[in-house]
C-alpha cells in the first residue's frame, strides 16, 4: 500500500486505504450529453447530427471517443448512421 493512497478518516482517526473514485469514460461523458440534445429535441426525427469531427472539436476529444458514443446512440436506436452520409435522428 502506498502512502499517497493512505487516508485520514474522521470518524475513526486511523488511516485506512480509500480507493479512487472511477473515472468517467470520455465516450460515457458525450454519450450523456448527445442523448440528452437529443431528448431535447435539439434534432427533429431525420435531422443530420454534426459531423463526428466537429463533435470531437466541440467536446475536445478524439474522433474514435464520440464515434463510440454515437455507436451506442444507435444500439439504442436514437439514432441511424449512414456510412459515407452521416448520422440522423430517428
Do not use: C
Amino acid at each position: 500500500m502506498r502512502v499517497d493512497s493512505l487516508r485520514r478518516s474522521a470518524s475513526v482517526g486511523k488511516d485506512h486505504y480509500v480507493p479512487p473514485r472511477p473515472r468517467e469514460l470520455p465516450s460515457r461523458r458525450v454519450e450523456a450529453d448527445l442523448r440528452r440534445r437529443v431528448d431535447a429535441g435539439e434534432w427533429a426525427s431525420g435531422d443530420a447530427l454534426p459531423s463526428i469531427a466537429n463533435l470531437a472539436d466541440a467536446y475536445g476529444t478524439s474522433r474514435a471517443t464520440v464515434a463510440k458514443a454515437m455507436r451506442r446512440l444507435a444500439d439504442d436506436g436514437l439514432v441511424e448512421i449512414v456510412p459515407q452520409w452521416g448520422t440522423f435522428r430517428t
